[in-house]
């Protein structure tokens, strides 16, 4: 196929695929934004067209998640890895300890991280299982006197979600949702603090938002690097030094793009649609297995294998062929995965679909 005009349909965990109306737009300004002569890449952060940016940027989030007033929105970079270190910093205060659930490779890597700080309780786990499963509340045991408890809405590498939120009484509840911010609606004011890095569902790489509740901020440990606190970061507009202002820029056009959808509970539905699409193929025969629990199983990354792994290859080789890219499971998990974020149409679920039923018919 003649790849030079045609955009493939990009599986991408992350950096992932962008909606084509944003890029275009992203062409369109590139040398010239709203008539200034410069490139969004080229002006300074504190100068007029950037403030204004920024403002439109941080509005039209709000707008899409409903974020109350009393958080603050944070625009920062380090990726999500960066806010492993600095949630216990901002959220330990006194307390000697955290409660995090354990679902897979991320909360591991938070887990390890925190660790580094303060003693980790590990109120749930589907180690037993190897992390195919989002533990029932009722599994969690929660240490009233923990800081806060951490958890992973969605589990990037897994492809296991929580389809609820959990409720920690009064403990603060902090999520690393950087593969399923905006791709549902959630209740902001459930949470204390959400993070996310943007290059799944939001932007380029090189951006991390953070929406934390005001009363969390100004407790960082003294100790704290200046970049990682909160505190600093918010009195400061996210620009205590200079932002990622590409990556910003690019986030809104995103926002813009899924306001013109519709919103949240819009994209939602077209979510629940791909990811139905695709499961449906893989349980409609013993060739294609997904291990996760199916009440579990994650919209945005959807992991399965082939019920004769020596035809990985040639599955990879052949979906190329058709302009099916990126569909090489994690190495820690191995077999497939597509990953359905927003920017994904239906139609590139279709054909992984008519793919995926010609290959079996093929080789099955
Ligand atoms: C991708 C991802 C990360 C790592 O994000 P970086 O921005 O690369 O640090 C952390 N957590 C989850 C759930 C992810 O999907």
Same mark, same amino acid.
């Not at 737009?25 to 709203?34: F, I, K």
């Not at 999500?80 to 216990?88: D, K």
């Not at 330990?92 to 955290?98: E, H, I, M, N, V």
């Given at each position: 196929m003649d790849r030079r005009h045609d955009r493939i349909f990009n599986f991408s965990p992350g950096p992932a695929m962008l909606a084509a109306e944003v890029l275009?737009?992203?062409?369109?300004?590139? &040398?010239?934004?709203?008539? #200034?002569g410069m490139s969004v890449m080229e002006i300074s952060h504190r100068g007029p067209e950037f403030t204004e940016i920024l403002r439109q940027t941080e509005a039209d989030l709000r707008a899409l998640m409903a974020i109350p007033h009393n958080y603050k929105v944070?625009?920062?970079?380090?990726?999500?890895?960066?806010?492993?270190?600095?949630?216990?910093?901002?959220? &330990?205060?006194?307390?000697? #300890?955290?409660d995090y659930v354990e679902t897979g490779e991320w909360s591991k890597k938070a887990i390890a991280e925190a660790q580094r700080y303060c003693q980790v309780n590990i109120a749930a786990s589907s180690r037993d299982a190897n992390f195919s499963y989002a533990p029932a509340q009722e599994k969690w045991r929660l240490d009233p006197q923990a800081a806060y408890v951490h958890y992973t809405p969605n589990e990037t590498i897994g492809g296991v979600e929580f389809n609820w939120t959990p409720d920690t009484n009064d403990v603060a509840l902090v999520a690393d949702m950087s593969s399923s911010i905006l791709s549902r609606p959630i209740d902001v004011s459930r949470f204390a603090v959400i993070y996310a890095g943007a290059q799944k569902n939001i932007g380029p790489s090189g951006l991390t938002i953070v929406i934390v509740r005001e009363d969390l901020i100004g407790h960082a440990a003294p100790q704290t690097p200046v970049m990682l606190d909160w505190r600093i970061q918010a009195e400061n507009d996210s620009m205590y030094n200079t932002p990622p202002t590409y990556p910003i820029y690019m986030a809104g056009l995103t926002f813009q793009w899924l306001k013109k959808q519709g919103g949240v509970a819009a994209i939602e539905k077209i979510n629940i649609a791909k990811a139905r699409l695709l499961y449906d193929q893989i349980d409609a025969s013993d060739f294609y297995r997904c291990p996760v629990a199916k009440s579990d199983r994650s919209r945005m990354n959807v992991a399965f294998t082939l019920q004769d792994s020596s035809l990985d290859g040639e599955f990879l080789r052949q979906a190329e062929e058709r302009g099916l890219l990126q569909l090489k499971g994690h190495r820690a998990v191995g077999g497939m995965r597509a990953s359905l974020y927003n920017a994904m149409p239906v139609a590139g679920v279709q054909a992984l679909v008519d793919f995926m039923r010609d290959f079996e018919r093929r080789q099955g």
């Open positions: 275009q737009t992203a062409r369109d300004e590139a &040398l010239d934004w709203h008539g #200034s944070l625009f920062l970079q380090g990726g999500a890895t960066t806010q492993f270190t600095a949630v216990p910093l901002n959220l &330990l205060r006194a307390r000697k #300890s955290a």
